[in-house]
């Protein structure tokens, strides 16, 4: 089965940074595209960005696009969300998700979640 915890959410001004880690107990880590969504207060679950388990391409939501970056260390089974100039409006749960030979964005097609890191952002 597939364990996933996240850390490194917290409390942040606006303009300023965060690295989320989110660190997988499986043995085949490298077949595993990996994503990051998040959940405000009272509104859907959204995609974030995701990485892709056979090339290690990138995708992101245009809301993030130019200040997010997701990397991926293979060796350690750890997917990263490095966050720069934050803003209010990315205040959420932001949740860790596997998807097994995957190429889909789609919250659907991520079956094992983490528990989430709550990332908040003051104005």
């Known amino acids: 089965q597939v364990q996933l915890v996240e850390s490194g959410g917290g409390l942040v001004q606006a303009g300023g940074s965060l690295r989320l880690s989110c660190v997988a107990s499986v043995r085949t880590f490298s077949t595993y595209s990996m994503g990051w969504f998040r959940q405000a207060p009272g509104k859907e679950r959204v995609f974030v960005a995701t990485?892709?388990?056979?090339?290690?391409?990138?995708y992101y939501a245009d809301s993030v696009k130019g200040r997010f970056t997701i990397s991926r260390d293979n060796a350690k089974n750890t997917v990263y969300l490095q966050m720069n100039s934050l803003k209010p409006e990315d205040t959420a749960v932001y949740y860790c998700a596997a998807q097994k030979f995957g190429y889909r964005s789609d919250y659907q097609s991520y079956r094992y979640w983490g528990q989430g890191t709550q990332v908040t952002v003051s104005s």
């Open positions: 990485i892709v388990w056979s090339d290690s391409s990138t």
